[in-house]
């Protein structure tokens, strides 16, 4: 029969060996951001959705829904990235209900994004994007750590 310190002792025996067996290296992903706006109506100002990126990255969709009335005018969108240095202005004519356009738009850290309408008589507008973050390798691998600490402190 084994006593407490000898079995204790092939348990950690054990442990070592399926530790050295455990893969060396963790993959990590970057979530997806989804932004998102819904305007009953437009404002006198005409902005519909207002945001700022906190970190670099990139726009990889753009979609829009608005119901269009029969005799209605197209929705008039007007988009400005602006950040320190310059800024990007696109207009976009939106002549059906739903719109979905594929852009590869890099955004930089601290860049601002306003969407304006100019067609103020138009309501319920819902307007999505997805944005990728740019994630450094160094913060990556800071970040993994972090997470298998927690993950190694919570099983303890």
Not at 32 to 48: E, K, L, M
Request: glycine share 4%; net charge positive; proline share 7%.
């Amino acid at each position: 029969m084994q006593t407490r310190k000898t079995t204790i002792n092939d348990l950690e025996i054990l442990l070592a060996r399926i530790e050295r067996r455990q893969p060396k290296h963790v993959v990590g992903f970057a979530p997806v951001n989804s932004i998102y706006s819904f305007c009953p109506s437009v404002p006198t100002d005409g902005i519909v959705l207002r945001y700022m990126f906190a970190v670099a990255g990139t726009i990889t969709k753009i979609f829009v829904f608005c119901p269009r009335p029969k005799e209605a005018p197209p929705l008039e969108l007007k988009a400005e990235l602006i950040n320190e240095t310059a800024g990007q202005f696109v207009d976009v004519v939106v002549t059906k209900d739903r719109l979905v356009v594929d852009v590869n738009l890099p955004i930089k850290e601290g860049s601002r994004l306003l969407i304006r309408s100019p067609t103020i008589n138009r309501n319920n507008i819902e307007l999505a994007a997805l944005f990728i973050p740019n994630i450094e390798i160094g913060q990556r691998h800071q970040a993994l750590r972090a997470a298998l600490l927690e993950s190694e402190n919570a099983e303890l």
